[in-house]
T-cell receptor, first 112, second 117 residues
Framework: AQSVTQLGSHVSVSEGALVLLRCNYSSSVPPYLFWYVQYPNQGLQLLLKYTSAATLVKGINGFEAEFKKSETSFHLTKPSAHMSDAAEYFCAVRGGAQKLVFGQGTRLTINP | GAGVSQSPSNKVTEKGKDVELRCDPISGHTALYWYRQSLGQGLEFLIYFQGNSAPDKSGLPSDRFSAERTGGSVSTLTIQRTQQEDSAVYLC???????????????FGPGTRLTVT
């Protein structure tokens, strides 16, 4: 069975600083991995996805993630945080029957 | 084009009442999913419809929960005899088949916030 673990339920960074949100996965088959963002009172928006092509995946809003099989990781990064990045971020792996299995989420706070 | 829409956006109901939540997927998307987001359990898969195939109901938490999809489009999630632990945000998502024949990424609606008093 597939699963993901997000390290850190809350991350706080200063505006302009590096954003690093950690995700480790467990999968018995080559995984399809996703990062979603959720702004307050809104649904989930896809940031980026890994589907076994390039290991460095670029997404929207300046985010990117690197798939590292040896570390079973898919960490999300952004070089310079903006106030508008404050939201909750979810890592997910596609499980059986196409369903998504989500991590517990990481709430990102940006300090001015 | 329009995204996934859900109604109502908020629903407050008394314990023991039945509720129906509606999802309109993106036009042309063959797959439809329901998830539940709650404080204690995070985001959980509930049920998945794909075309005319039998739905995958493996995530439904009890037999009080059911869902149907009419005409391969609109879906309704029904919760009978609601309990306080059913309070959550119910999210619907849809996806289409990629050129390679696999399912593409899921697009989510804004959710229905259900509060059971």
């Amino acid at each position: 069975a597939q699963s993901v673990t997000q390290l850190g339920s809350h991350v706080s960074v200063s505006e302009g600083a590096l954003v690093l949100l950690r995700c480790n996965y467990s999968s018995s088959v080559p995984p399809y991995l996703f990062w979603y963002v959720q702004y307050p009172n809104q649904g989930l928006q896809l940031l980026l996805k890994y589907t076994s092509a390039a290991t460095l995946v670029k997404g929207i809003n300046g985010f990117e993630a690197e798939f590292k099989k040896s570390e079973t990781s898919f960490h999300l990064t952004k070089p310079s945080a903006h106030m508008s990045d404050a939201a909750e971020y979810f890592c997910a792996v596609r499980g059986g029957a196409q369903k998504l299995v989500f991590g517990q989420g990481t709430r990102l706070t940006i300090n001015p | 084009g329009a995204g996934v829409s859900q109604s109502p956006s908020n629903k407050v109901t008394e314990k023991g009442k039945d509720v129906e939540l509606r999802c309109d997927p993106i036009s042309g998307h063959t797959a439809l999913y329901w998830y539940r987001q709650s404080l204690g359990q995070g985001l959980e898969f509930l049920i998945y419809f794909q075309g005319n195939s039998a739905p995958d109901k493996s995530g439904l938490p009890s037999d009080r929960f059911s869902a149907e999809r009419t005409g391969g489009s609109v879906s309704t999630l029904t919760i009978q005899r609601t309990q306080q632990e059913d309070s959550a945000v119910y999210l619907c998502a849809s996806s289409s088949l990629s050129l390679a024949g696999s399912l593409d990424e899921q697009y989510f609606g804004p959710g229905t916030r259900l509060t059971v008093t």
